[in-house]
């Protein structure tokens, strides 16, 4: 299973990125898929998780209403297109996917094999 990461870059406050996340070696659209970051030091933390197919979104309570999660099973790609960025959305966000996440685990990295390399997000105020 490889997964690669794209799409991040430095913004200004207010602004918008999106990510991407390519994944292969795996039936993709069976697998739930999830968003993570890690700011300077500090823990790897759930940002945002999709359910298979189509299927239902979860979201930190931080990014509400500013970021989405979405999937393309035809590309097999999740993104996070990510509005309204703030300083402290400063982080290394990856991507990752395991068959054996659940619905009451999609929150935890713990749950997750299969991790993204990363990509640095940098938001200025």
């Known amino acids: 299973v490889q997964l690669q990461a794209s799409g991040g870059g430095l913004v200004q406050a207010g602004g918008s990125l999106r990510l991407s996340c390519a994944a292969s070696?795996?039936?993709?659209?069976?697998?739930?898929m999830g968003w993570f970051r890690q700011g300077p030091g500090k823990e790897r933390d759930f940002v945002a998780g999709?359910?298979?197919?189509?299927?239902?979104?979860y979201y930190t309570d931080s990014v509400k209403g500013r970021f989405t999660i979405s999937r393309d099973n035809s590309k097999n790609t999740v993104y996070l297109q990510m509005n309204s960025l703030r300083p402290e959305d400063t982080a290394v966000y990856y991507c990752?996917?395991?068959?054996?996440?659940?619905?009451?685990?999609?929150?935890?990295?713990?749950?997750?094999?299969?991790w993204g390399q990363g990509t640095l997000v940098t938001v200025s105020s």
């Open positions: 999709m359910d298979r197919g189509s299927g239902s979104t």
């Open positions: 070696g795996l039936m993709f659209s069976r697998n739930r």
């Open positions: 990752a996917t395991d068959p054996s996440v659940i619905l009451s685990n999609i929150r935890s990295h713990n749950a997750y094999r299969y």
